[in-house]
């Protein structure tokens, strides 16, 4: 009789994963968090399936790993849109209105911070400080500083890149 069962084929992600791992042979708990540094730089963000071969492969529970990942803000669960938006909330960029500019991304975009648009086109992240005050309030677009921002600016940027996206 032949088997109807297909192998186990490994997901992209599970081969990732292992290949950044092959460079940790041996490597215990106190390697967790260049691994996973390694995994979101090369994958975009850190899967569960990602989590659960780390913990199948250091012998860790997945429920230590996300321990551990949700305890630092730099580790993305969800992928980043095409365009990565960083509001920035530093003193400066406060005092000068983020917070308006911020609400304006939030209803232009239809999401809150952490997240990513429906069409995966956009992703919002607030940052402590993008270290460029002189320009405040600024926001950073994948390496595109935009300054001196308000509101009412806000929907004309975000359309310049949705028609950039399109091909316009």
Do not use: W
Not at 4 to 15: D, L, Y
Not at 25 to 41: M, N, S, V, Y
Not at 59 to 67: C, D, E, Y
Not at 69 to 94: D, E, K, S
């Amino acid at each position: 009789m032949v088997s109807t069962v297909a192998p186990n084929v490994p997901s992209p992600t599970e081969i990732a994963v292992l290949e950044i791992l092959t460079g940790y042979k041996g490597a215990g708990r106190d390697a967790l968090i260049p691994i996973l540094q390694a995994i979101q730089d090369k994958v975009g963000f850190l899967s569960r399936e990602a989590v659960v071969t780390v913990g199948r492969e250091l012998n860790l529970p997945a429920s230590k790993i996300f321990g551990v990942a949700t305890f630092y803000n730099q580790f993305r669960f969800t992928p980043q849109g095409r365009y990565h938006i960083q509001v920035c909330r530093g003193t400066a960029c406060h005092v000068k209105g983020s917070l308006a500019v911020l609400e304006a991304l939030k209803r232009e975009l239809k999401v809150d911070a952490g997240e990513t648009t429906r069409d995966g086109l956009f992703s919002l992240e607030v940052v402590a400080c993008i270290g460029a005050c002189g320009l405040a309030p600024v926001i950073n677009i994948d390496g595109n500083f935009h300054a001196d921002l308000s509101s009412q600016k806000i929907p004309a940027l975000v359309n310049s890149y949705r028609k950039q996206a399109a091909g316009n």
